[in-house]
């Protein structure tokens, strides 16, 4: 069975950076597509980012582009994603989702999810 534990979130003020890491466990991580979602009170949870098994193929919601950069280390088990620029309107709880598809990470999410952690960035 597949266990993500999410670290890294905390509270910045808007314009500073952050790293969120996500270790993956019980399976092959190799083989794993890796994603972040986020949801923000009172909004559903939106896609972020996500990146392929190799990490040679990656995608960004708008939002994220451009300040947002997703990667992985495979031979640590652990995907990141660095946050620059950040707004007040980043403050969510940021979700690491893993699935064998890249697709379905990028479409509604795939099967594993992590417990989340708490991004909050002050004006």
């Known amino acids: 069975q597949v266990q993500l534990v999410e670290s890294g979130g905390g509270l910045v003020q808007a314009g500073g950076s952050l790293r969120l890491s996500c270790v993956f466990t019980?399976?092959?991580?190799?083989?794993?597509?890796m994603g972040w979602y986020r949801q923000a009170p009172g909004k559903e949870r939106e896609f972020v980012a996500a990146?392929?098994?190799?990490?040679?193929?990656?995608t960004y919601a708008d939002s994220a582009k451009g300040r947002f950069t997703i990667s992985r280390d495979n031979a640590k088990n652990t995907m990141y994603l660095q946050m620059n620029s950040l707004k007040p309107e980043d403050t969510a709880v940021y979700y690491c989702?893993?699935?064998?598809?890249?697709?379905?990470?990028?479409?509604?999410?795939?099967?594993?999810w992590g417990q989340g952690t708490q991004v909050t960035v002050s004006s």
């Open positions: 989702n893993s699935d064998l598809s890249l697709a379905t990470i990028e479409r509604n999410g795939g099967d594993y």
């Open positions: 019980g399976r092959t991580f190799s083989s794993y597509a």
């Open positions: 990146i392929s098994w190799r990490g040679g193929s990656t």
